[in-house]
Nanobody, 114 residues
């Protein structure tokens, strides 16, 4: 499985961005998906996940503002982010995982200016 993240950039507080992550390896690479982020000086943290049935869960810090989704036809997962805050500034990583294996994208920088 190879993942390629894109869509990061500079946005003002209150703005929106949509991150994309294209996946290779067939439909199974989009069954269990997640987004994580690493804020400056901090460890990588989980942001959102989606299971094969489409159930989603979110970190409390992003709940109600971020939405994870996927498109099997385009073999792509997404993270839609709105009402962005300076504390959302981070490198965002997409992940595909199965029992015992994690596959990571290369990360895309999101910077939210105040």
């Amino acid at each position: 499985v190879q993942l390629q993240a894109s869509g990061g950039g500079l946005v003002q507080t209150g703005g929106s961005l949509k991150l994309s992550c294209s996946a290779s390896g067939g439909p199974s690479s989009l069954r269990y998906i997640a987004w994580h982020r690493q804020r400056p000086g901090q460890e990588r943290e989980w942001v959102a996940r989606m299971d094969p049935g489409g159930s989603t869960s979110y970190a409390d810090s992003v709940k109600g503002r971020f939405t994870i989704s996927r498109n099997y036809g385009k073999m792509t997962m997404y993270l839609e982010m709105s009402s962005l805050r300076p504390e959302d500034t981070a490198v965002y990583y997409c992940k595909s995982y199965t029992r015992g294996s994690d596959y990571w994208g290369q990360g895309t920088q999101v910077t939210v200016s105040s």
